[in-house]
């Protein structure tokens, strides 16, 4: 009897790769579900003129919060190469335009997180860097409850303020929404000062009247920022009263509205 002789053929087992599927690492990182994008230099590309990407985009809002004159549209162009040569000039790094690692970990210093998008909702317990973040924009735009990346009573209660002060459904919790209006406001008020609402509602009423409020840039019913300030006048003031005319809402136009 012959016996049969059993041939073993190697199975060979094919990794599937963003490499053998011809998609390069970074575009398959952009593609996977719930990617989180963070401003690390070691997870960037070099970007220059002429770049489009979402990392463009990132640069661009990180920019932009940065208070540098860029649109955010992903599109890598003279006016976002512009703006990087100053960001480079001010950080004393090499002027060239060219966002390489050296320029990525300047940029992450001031802002891994860059848009509402990317950053993560915020209620009562949070406790991360993302936290320490809203309470410094908090800061900076006279709500402030502390900088410890604690989200505690205190923190909640300046949101559900600002929330209130800015038409915001005010349930103390940071949504994206609350993120878009947090950031808006930060730019406005650098836009829009307290002096010069201050200087507008002189021009209207007379140099003769001394505002005074908590420097909070609000949002009316129709979206349009003002300020709100108590007048009083200097005349009162001397003769021994408290001087106090009345409330005013000081709008960048020019307006100025008696409560």
Known sequence: MKKKLLTVIPTMVLLVTPLATGVSPADAATKAPNQKVVAKAETHPTLRLGSQSSYVKELQQILKNAKYNVAVDGV????????????????????????????????????SVTTPETRPTLRLGSQSSYVKELQQILKDVKYDAGVDGIFGSKTQAMIKQFQTDHNLSADGIVGSATWNALDQNKVERQ???????????????????IFSGDGRL?????????????????????????????????????????E
Request: glycine fraction near 10%.
């Open 76 to 111: 890598f162009g003279p006016k976002t190469e512009s703006a990087v040569k100053q960001f480079q000039t001010d950080h004393n790094l090499s002027v060239d335009g060219i966002v390489g690692s050296a320029t990525w970990n300047a940029l992450d210093k001031i802002g």
């Open 191 to 209: 836009q829009f000062t307290v002096n010069t609402a201050i200087a507008l509602g002189q021009k209207k009423l007379s140099n003769n009247i």
């Open 218 to 258: 609000l949002k009316d019913s129709k979206k349009q920022s003002y300020y709100r300030f108590k007048a009083a006048n200097k005349d009162w003031i001397e003769q021994g009263g408290t001087g106090t005319i009345g409330w005013y809402h000081i709008y960048k136009d020019g307006r100025v509205v008696a």
